[in-house]
């Protein structure tokens, strides 16, 4: 157990909809991070928040949006959904060190009729 | 722009070989690190090395960070089936928050 809570676990949702991921941090870390991972693929970043503010931006679709709130947890908001957004999402926290270490959470696994 | 070149990208072997996942950039990192994932779960993280030429062992794993700190290699020995997996090496620099990612090798251990 990484100490990183995501929810839901599993999401099945039509193309044109909208859904929203929630991630809880491991307590102490200040640092959430989102991942797309699609089947057999490698992990790509999608943005970074430290302390309540965008630190970092990777390749997030412009439908796509995130939030860090005061009590450290974030979400993920999906929207206008394609059938190439079914993908597992991953949140990961990090220690105040920069270190670099991430601690990943289950993932949240998308699916989009 | 940097990048992480993994190799192989895949590799099936019987129990009991040993093999090498390599991890290479023209760029330099100030730690790399090395992620186990298992189908439907999210990355684990196995080892952090963050001093040129460091060395470390984790049981049958071994992990090495090169000299110049622009690669890395995994070995394992006497690879079992618990070890099958996919393997992701990550590299962060002190200039940029985000980190680096290989695109894994996915390692498939045959009884």
């Known amino acids: 157990d990484s100490g990183v809570t995501q929810t839901p676990k599993h999401l099945i949702t039509a193309t044109g909809q909208r859904v929203t991921l929630r991630c809880s941090p491991r307590?102490?870390?200040?640092?959430v991070y989102w991942y797309q991972q699609s089947l057999d693929q490698g992990l790509q970043f999608l943005i970074q928040y430290y302390n309540g503010e965008e630190r970092a931006k990777g390749n997030i679709l412009e439908r796509f949006s995130a939030q860090q709130f005061p009590d450290l947890h974030s979400e993920l908001n999906l929207s206008s959904l394609e059938l190439g957004d079914s993908a597992l999402y991953f949140c990961?926290?990090?220690?105040?060190?920069?270190?670099?270490?991430?601690?990943f959470g289950e993932g949240s696994r998308l699916t989009v009729l | 722009t940097q990048l992480l070149e993994q190799s192989p990208q895949f590799l099936s072997i019987q129990e009991g070989e040993n093999l090498t996942v390599y991890c290479n950039s023209s760029?330099?990192?100030?730690?790399l690190q090395w992620y186990r994932q298992e189908p439907g779960e999210g990355p684990v993280l196995l080892v952090t090395v963050v001093t040129g030429g460091e060395v470390k062992k984790l049981k049958r794993l071994t992990f090495q960070f090169g000299d110049a700190r622009k690669d890395s290699s995994l070995h394992i020995t006497a690879a079992q089936p618990g070890d099958t997996g996919l393997y992701l090496c990550?590299?962060?620099?002190?200039?940029?928050?985000?980190?680096?990612w290989g695109a894994g090798t996915k390692l498939i251990i045959k009884p």
């Open positions: 760029s330099v990192f100030s730690s």
């Open positions: 990961a926290s990090s220690p105040p060190r920069r270190t670099g270490e991430l601690f």
């Open positions: 307590s102490g870390d200040l640092s």
């Open positions: 990550a590299g962060a620099s002190d200039s940029n928050y985000q980190l680096i």
